[in-house]
Each structure stands twice: as structure tokens, then as C-alpha cells.
């Protein structure tokens, strides 16, 4: 008896920490940074996106399932800004309308496209 209820500990054990080893099961609720694009960033809620791309707000609906990971519709607001941020906002949006597929640690986001090239490599914002 007594073996069979230390299995069971360590099979909750185990559980526990693999869950708590995957940093894409949490998406909910966590906010990356796109380091090259300024104070640009996304926020993921329950299948939900919103975030600042540079010039203008955008939000729309996500899809995860294992490590597939689709954005869209994406709508934004359409405010003018310089030359370079439009740029990068461009960049943003299109590596968001993208991405397929994503790999994280705790504090790094990866976006990949459909055939496992990466689009964009995010950093952690709400990561303590």
C-alpha cells in the first residue's frame, strides 16, 4: 500500500512539474516585448490578443493547441506615424499573420512560420 500511494505522489509530482516546465501552457495571461520594435509588445488573455505594434493598437483572437499557435483576425487602429515605426509595425503585423508554430522558454518567446523558420524571438515583460 504504502508503494502504491508513493506512486501516486510521484506521478502528481511529475504532472505538476511538467506543467510547470511548459512556458507555452501559461500564454494566458503573460505579456512579451518584441526587443527590436521599441515598446512594442502582446498580451495574451483567454484566446485573446491585444498589444501596442509600434505606432497603433492592435487586438483579435489566438488559437493554441500543443505548439501550433495562429493569430487573427488581427484589427488595429490606424494611426500615422514616422517612416520607421510604420516600418516595424508592418513587420510586426506580418510575423503575427504568419506564425504557425511557437517554442518558449519562461522568458523567450519564439514565433515560427509553417515550416519551423523563426519569425520573431519576444521577450518576457511579466516574467518575475
Not at 509588445?41 to 505606432?55: D, L, M, P
Not at 518558449?104 to 519551423?116: E, I, N, P, S
Amino acid at each position: 500500500m504504502r508503494a502504491l500511494i508513493a506512486s501516486f505522489a510521484i506521478i502528481a509530482a511529475a504532472s505538476t512539474l511538467a506543467a510547470a516546465a511548459d512556458p507555452l501552457s501559461t500564454l494566458n495571461g503573460s505579456e512579451w516585448g518584441f526587443p527590436d520594435a521599441g515598446d512594442a509588445y502582446i498580451q495574451f488573455r483567454e484566446k485573446e490578443v491585444a498589444g501596442f505594434s509600434g505606432c497603433n493598437r492592435f487586438f483579435g483572437s489566438y488559437s493554441f493547441v500543443g505548439s501550433e499557435l495562429t493569430f487573427g483576425p488581427l484589427v488595429s487602429t490606424r494611426m500615422a506615424c514616422s517612416a520607421d515605426k510604420m516600418e516595424a509595425e508592418r513587420k510586426i503585423l506580418q510575423f503575427l499573420e504568419a506564425t504557425k508554430a511557437a517554442g518558449a522558454t519562461h522568458t523567450v518567446l519564439t514565433l515560427k512560420d509553417g515550416t519551423g523558420a523563426v519569425l520573431a524571438t519576444l521577450n518576457r515583460r511579466d516574467f518575475d
